[in-house]
């Protein structure tokens, strides 16, 4: 999870490196098309699963999701320090935990509602609504959260059926696939070097996936939520070391709050799954 912090952060800094000439759409575009490469190996496991309408739809409304979040998200970069938007980032796991109960039946316990409210109370220290001057930026990272959790429940849908890589393949082609349009409205041609800094974002959020995954299978997510929180550590001393950003205490208390929140509600869930299902350690879809 420290190394998945990393690749993260690292994929944070680039897109804020390359700045606001190219479009966020097209920014987005190139690192899926570019990250395609990585989907080399599954190719052959792709071409012999068979889909099901309902999976079709899934896939298309959870690549349709995940496109805006994309362009949200690349947009943000540009706009706002790079430690906003990683504090922000934590908050998707509690736009899931509503969303499940809202459109999946699932339940929400009093201490998973205080937590669902601590969390938003960190966002809006972060946000300072009225404090201060909200940047375009602010919004497109809530936008962004939002639009990922809506991805999430899909995937979750899928992943009794599909196995995970063809889940994570799905996503890719699919995206690249929505982002096109998108992209082609504002084309501005990148340079060589600009192509280059996009295909190494498509291999440090590659390896960050599978950092992620290693961690969920060696350790429970009690374990590994935690540590995630080095993420927004690492991105503070890089936004100020690198790009000049200033160390905003608010970011961190607001950041603080947000994961110890969803440390909880990760806990939560964990106990309720175990009573279910004995010996069963991690969620599936991970």
Same mark, same amino acid.
């Given at each position: 999870?420290?190394?998945?912090?990393?690749?993260?952060?690292?994929?944070?800094?680039?897109?804020?490196? %390359?700045?606001?000439?190219?479009? /966020?759409?097209?920014? @987005? =575009? &190139?690192?899926?098309?570019? *990250?395609?490469?990585? $989907?080399? !190996?599954?190719?052959?496991?792709?071409?012999?699963?068979?889909?099901?309408?309902?999976?079709?739809?899934?896939?298309?409304?959870?690549?349709?999701?995940?496109?805006?979040?994309?362009?949200?998200?690349?947009?943000?970069?540009?706009?706002?320090?790079?430690?906003?938007?990683?504090?922000?980032?934590?908050?998707?796991?509690?736009?899931?935990?509503?969303?499940?109960?809202?459109?999946?039946?699932?339940?929400?316990?009093?201490?998973? %509602?205080?937590?669902?409210?601590? /969390?938003?109370?960190? @966002? =809006? &220290?972060?946000?300072?609504? *009225?404090?201060?001057? $909200?940047? !375009?930026?602010?919004?497109?990272?809530?936008?962004?959260?939002?639009?990922?959790?809506?991805?999430?429940?899909?995937?979750?849908?899928?992943?009794?059926?599909?196995?995970?890589?063809?889940?994570?393949?799905?996503?890719?082609?699919?995206?690249?696939?929505?982002?096109?349009?998108?992209?082609?409205?504002?084309?501005?041609?990148?340079?060589?070097?600009?192509?280059?800094?996009?295909?190494?974002?498509?291999?440090?959020?590659?390896?960050?996936?599978?950092?992620?995954?290693?961690?969920?299978? @060696?350790?429970?997510?009690?374990?590994?939520?935690?540590?995630?929180?080095?993420?927004?550590?690492?991105?503070?001393?890089?936004?100020?070391?690198?790009?000049?950003?200033?160390?905003?205490?608010?970011?961190?208390?607001?950041?603080?709050?947000?994961?110890?929140?969803?440390?909880?509600?990760?806990?939560?869930?964990?106990?309720?799954?175990?009573?279910?299902?004995?010996?069963?350690?991690?969620?599936?879809?991970?």
């Amino acid at each position: 999870m420290a190394a998945t912090g990393i690749n993260f952060v690292a994929v944070t800094a680039i897109v804020k490196h %390359l700045g606001g000439r190219i479009p /966020a759409a097209e920014s @987005a =575009f &190139i690192r899926f098309l570019l *990250g395609l490469v990585f $989907l080399l !190996p599954v190719l052959g496991t792709l071409r012999r699963h068979e889909f099901t309408r309902r999976q079709l739809r899934l896939f298309a409304g959870r690549g349709a999701a995940h496109t805006l979040g994309v362009m949200l998200w690349f947009y943000a970069m540009t706009r706002i320090t790079i430690a906003e938007v990683t504090a922000m980032n934590y908050m998707n796991p509690v736009y899931v935990t509503v969303g499940a109960a809202l459109l999946l039946g699932e339940p929400l316990p009093p201490r998973r %509602l205080a937590a669902v409210g601590a /969390a938003l109370l960190g @966002a =809006f &220290i972060i946000l300072r609504p *009225g404090f201060r001057a $909200l940047d !375009p930026g602010h919004f497109a990272m809530i936008g962004t959260a939002i639009f990922f959790a809506a991805g999430y429940l899909q995937a979750k849908r899928l992943s009794d059926d599909v196995p995970a890589s063809v889940v994570v393949a799905m996503l890719s082609i699919t995206v690249t696939i929505g982002l096109g349009p998108f992209a082609l409205a504002v084309w501005v041609w990148p340079t060589p070097v600009e192509v280059a800094w996009l295909f190494a974002v498509a291999a440090f959020a590659t390896t960050a996936h599978y950092c992620m995954t290693r961690a969920f299978a @060696a350790a429970p997510l009690t374990v590994t939520q935690p540590v995630t929180f080095l993420q927004l550590v690492w991105a503070m001393i890089l936004g100020a070391a690198v790009f000049g950003e200033p160390v905003d205490g608010w970011v961190v208390l607001g950041g603080t709050i947000i994961v110890g929140s969803v440390t909880f509600i990760t806990w939560r869930e964990q106990r309720a799954r175990r009573r279910v299902t004995p010996g069963v350690h991690e969620p599936k879809g991970y």
